[in-house]
């Protein structure tokens, strides 16, 4: 735990945003069966933070921490156990790693500043032809029925990404569509407001033409300014083939996007 509480404050210090409270590692019941010290960065993905003795050589890694992690964080506890020391992290998820091939706190840093950017999409780099990781185009990721019913224009600039919300769809998944009109192209370049459509609908492996397949009905989208405030928001209706809702956007501005359904909730970050 003193490991996790001095990675969470050098963090924050630095700027990141950490859901420390959420993890397991706050459960005593838990903390009892496994040997867990994780520590969730906002928007980045889960580090574990592992102390080591003064004598230590190694940092060693346990068979139960080593997937889902981004990376694990070597952390020096003096004997009192009222001060702590970051030696360095790395990614690799092996039995154990020598200290001395720790990458170092500066190298962590820029792991996660580097990893936080990718995490956000760029629409702006979308105008100039590149497609964020885990995006599909419109025929990639929709039936050609969908899109003509969804209004996905090929003059458009949509890309769309598969969610999965676990147990609340039964397996199933939606596909978030993002929308930038053509007419939009300018408005980017000249740094002014743009107007996006965010849709959601089945993806096209899970439609099936001609067949009553809807959207769960209860299904929320909403937008999330950059304060953290929802300002718009849409909900799912019986026998819906999608939602959409439409808003506009400074250049540079941030928003994020919840697709919400029950408890289950994924949020996706932008940046025009």
């Known amino acids: 735990m003193l490991a996790v509480y001095a990675v969470d404050y050098y963090l924050r210090c630095m700027g990141f945003e950490t859901n420390q409270e959420e993890e397991d590692n706050y459960n005593p019941w838990m ?11 906002k928007n980045i993905g889960k580090l574990e933070c592992r102390p ?3 004598n230590a050589e190694y940092l060693e890694i346990p068979p139960e921490v080593r997937t889902d992690r981004i990376g694990y964080v070597a952390v020096q506890l003096s004997e009192s156990l009222k001060s702590a020391t970051i030696l360095g992290f790395t990614t690799q998820a092996v039995a154990k790693i020598p200290l001395s091939q720790l990458q170092s706190v500066d190298d962590l840093l820029d792991y996660l500043t580097d990893k936080e950017q990718a995490a956000t999409v760029s629409l702006h780099q979308w105008i100039k032809g590149v497609v964020t990781e885990g995006w599909q185009t419109i025929d990639e990721i929709l039936h050609p029925q969908q899109i003509e019913w969804m209004g996905c224009r090929s003059f458009s600039i949509t890309r769309g990404k598969k ?3 676990g147990l609340e769809l039964n397996g199933l998944s939606v596909a978030l569509i993002v929308t930038i009109a053509a007419e939009n192209q300018s408005a ?4 002014d407001e743009v107007n996006i459509l965010i849709q959601v609908s089945l993806p096209k492996d899970e439609y099936i033409p001609g067949a009553n397949v809807y959207i769960s009905e209860g299904l929320k989208v909403a937008v999330i300014d950059d304060k953290g405030e929802e300002v718009l928001d849409t909900t799912s209706r019986q026998n819906d083939n999608w939602i959409e809702v439409e808003f506009s956007a400074q250049f540079g501005e941030k928003f994020s996007i919840d697709v919400i359904l029950g408890e289950s909730k994924v949020r996706q970050e932008f940046v025009v």
């Open 31 to 41: 903390q009892s069966l496994i040997d867990v010290a994780d520590l969730k960065v």
């Open 52 to 54: 080591v003795l003064s």
């Open 188 to 191: 980017i370049k000249n740094q």
């Open 163 to 165: 969610i999965d919300l």
